[in-house]
């Protein structure tokens, strides 16, 4: 079974640019996160999907972040313009349901620096 | 905002021996969720143990859960070099439908 994708693995942009990053999570799994991790600490979610439907987006900055999952499947975060704060690791993760006992599957994430 | 502190936030051991990392958190959970991150890469699921459970096992894994504390312990016992990771605790919270990750715990297994 093929784990959650995600690309790029890495980017360095400068602040107030723009960034976008692609999450496909495994096949059949109806929810979808967006994790922010920061160096040093533990990953914050962002965003949490139910097949294209939004669950959670109350920790979103949506100021300059925003999220879809069109189609229910794959998705795409957006950080439009960056600021040196943005930088951490962005982590997709998915699950086949939204109750409490299902397990997030992560993908590698993607490394952002903003310089 | 983060809810589950671990501690301690480093640890360094021999290969062979026990290593404990505790979880404390603050509100009524449903279950509370441990997590390994190998360096560079994403979280892998490790164990849940619901609110009702004091005590769960897998492999050379033990969890235990203090409700009334509002703390859970992880035990790896004979530690291998390739325990070697960051370790974190995610609650889930009771009127939540989203896990709240703690800070984690840095292992190192030394040879």
């Known amino acids: 079974e093929a784990g959650v994708a995600q690309s790029p693995r890495y980017k360095i942009i400068e602040k107030r640019q723009s960034v976008a990053f692609w999450c496909n999570p495994i096949?059949?799994?109806?929810?979808l996160y967006w994790y922010q991790q920061i160096l040093g600490q533990g990953p914050k979610l962002l965003i949490q999907?139910?097949?294209?439907?939004?669950?959670?987006d109350s920790q979103l900055p949506k100021d300059r972040f925003s999220a879809e999952r069109l189609k229910g499947v794959d998705s795409t975060l957006k950080i439009q313009p960056a600021k040196l704060e943005d930088s951490a690791v962005y982590l997709c993760?998915?699950?086949?349901?939204?109750?409490?006992?299902?397990?997030?599957?992560f993908g590698p994430g993607t490394r952002l620096t903003v310089l | 905002s983060q809810q589950g502190e671990e501690d301690p936030q480093a640890l360094s051991i021999q290969e062979g021996e026990n290593a404990t990392m505790n979880c404390s958190y603050k509100?009524?959970?449903?279950?509370l969720q441990w997590y390994r991150q190998n360096s560079g890469r994403g979280l892998v699921h490790l164990i849940l143990?619901?609110?009702?459970?004091r005590e769960k096992h897998s492999g050379r894994l033990r969890v235990t859960l203090d409700t009334s504390k509002k703390s859970s312990s992880l035990l790896i016992t004979a530690s291998r070099a390739a325990d070697t990771a960051s370790y974190f605790c995610?609650?889930?919270?009771?009127?939540?439908?989203?896990?709240?990750f703690g800070q984690g715990t840095r292992l190192t297994i030394n040879p």
């Open positions: 143990i619901r609110s009702n459970e």
């Open positions: 509100t009524s959970i449903n279950n």
């Open positions: 993760a998915s699950s086949l349901g939204l109750g409490r006992w299902d397990t997030q599957y």
């Open positions: 096949s059949g799994h109806a929810t």
């Open positions: 995610a609650t889930d919270e009771v009127g939540a439908q989203k896990l709240v």
């Open positions: 999907f139910q097949n294209n439907g939004v669950v959670d």
